[in-house]
């Protein structure tokens, strides 16, 4: 089992940029596929990015590739998203979630663990 706790968000202007992460308890962080993703108000959750166990692939959501950065420390049990160029359309709450699946998976439901969110608005 792995508990997840998220930080970095807040209030940033359009075209700014913010470092999100996301530290996950336990000795297994290296045995879990991570992802993040948002959920703006009377939406569903979508899939935003995820990282491979070792970290040495990704996949993005077509809305954020080119702007938004997943890595991983697994020596530190810590995921990052960095998100440069933001737009008002990326305001939303952030959600990192741990999956025990090998392959990058983008849907929310294939994730068992999940943090409890950081909140991000972007101003235009």
């Known amino acids: 089992q792995v508990q997840l706790v998220e930080s970095g968000g807040g209030l940033v202007q359009a075209g700014g940029s913010l470092r999100l992460s996301c530290a996950a308890s336990?000795?297994?962080?290296?045995?879990?596929?991570m992802g993040w993703f948002r959920q703006a108000p009377g939406k569903e959750r979508e899939f935003v990015a995820a990282v491979a166990r070792g970290g040495g692939s990704a996949d993005y959501a077509d809305s954020v590739k080119g702007r938004f950065t997943i890595s991983r420390d697994n020596a530190k049990n810590t995921v990052y998203l960095q998100m440069n160029s933001l737009k008002p359309e990326d305001t939303a709450v952030y959600y990192c979630?741990?999956?025990?699946?090998?392959?990058?998976?983008?849907?929310?439901?294939?994730?068992?663990?999940w943090g409890q969110g950081t909140q991000v608005t972007v101003s235009s």
């Open positions: 336990g000795r297994t962080f290296s045995s879990y596929g």
């Open positions: 979630a741990a999956t025990t699946a090998v392959a990058l998976i983008t849907w929310p439901s294939a994730y068992a663990y």
